[in-house]
C-alpha cells in the first residue's frame, strides 16, 4: 500500500493510545500484513486497522541479557522484540532460538537492533491506498502455436538414414545431337 498523507504515525497498538512507533510520508509504500477491525474502537478512533511490516531502520528492542554476546543470536526459546527499551512498550514480533540479530547500540538492559523482517506495526487503514499486485500467471501468455496433427498412417516408423553432408560433383549437362546416320542420336557431353 501507498501512505496518502504526510506525517501519519505507525504505532505498536491498534488503536490512538498504541505508542507512536515513526511517522510515514505521503508516498511512501508499506508491506500489508493483515487488515482488521478494531474490537472496541473508541470513539474519534479509526474502526479499520493495518498490521504492516515493520518500516525499515524503524528502533526495534529487546532485552540485552537474552542474547549471546559472542555471535550475536538469541539464547531463550523465544523474544519478544519491542517498540522502545522497556517492558512498558508494545511487542512489535518475536524471535527464536538461535536466530542472529544486529546491534545497533546498548542501553541499559536493552538491544537496539536493525529492524528484522518479522517485526510489524500498525497503521489506521483509511491513510492507505492499496496498490495492484501483479500475480505470476500460471501459465505465460504467448501466441497460440499449433500442434503438428498426429500421423494418420498406421504403418510402422521408418527410420530415415542421416543425410548425407559431402558435396557431390554432378557431371556436366548433356545434350543430344542427331547423328549423321539419322539412326541413334549421339551423346555429346559439353565441359
Do not use: C
Amino acid at each position: 500500500a501507498v501512505v496518502t498523507e504526510n506525517h501519519i504515525n505507525v504505532r505498536g497498538q491498534p488503536s490512538l493510545t498504541g505508542e507512536v512507533i515513526t511517522q510515514m510520508k505521503k508516498g511512501e509504500k508499506v508491506v500489508v500484513l493483515e487488515e482488521f477491525r478494531a474490537e472496541k474502537a473508541r470513539p474519534g478512533e479509526p474502526a479499520k486497522w493495518v498490521r504492516i511490516r515493520m518500516p525499515a531502520n524503524t528502533p526495534v528492542w529487546l532485552f540485552a541479557s537474552f542474547i549471546d554476546s559472542t555471535n550475536k543470536s538469541v539464547n531463550v526459546s523465544r523474544l519478544n522484540l519491542r517498540a522502545g527499551p522497556g517492558e512498558n512498550f508494545s511487542v512489535v514480533g518475536r524471535l527464536e532460538r538461535g536466530e542472529t540479530v544486529k546491534e545497533i547500540r546498548t542501553f541499559e538492559d536493552w538491544m537496539e537492533i536493525e529492524t528484522p523482517a518479522k517485526a510489524y506495526a500498525f497503521m489506521a487503514s483509511e491513510f492507505l491506498s492499496k496498490i495492484a499486485t501483479n500475480p505470476v500467471p500460471a501459465v505465460a501468455k504467448a501466441e497460440k502455436i499449433e500442434a503438428a496433427p498426429p500421423p494418420t498412417k498406421t504403418e510402422p516408423e521408418r527410420t530415415v538414414p542421416p543425410a548425407v553432408t559431402a558435396e557431390k560433383t554432378l557431371p556436366a549437362p548433356t545434350t543430344v545431337a542427331p547423328s549423321s546416320t539419322g539412326t541413334t542420336p549421339a551423346l555429346v557431353v559439353e565441359a
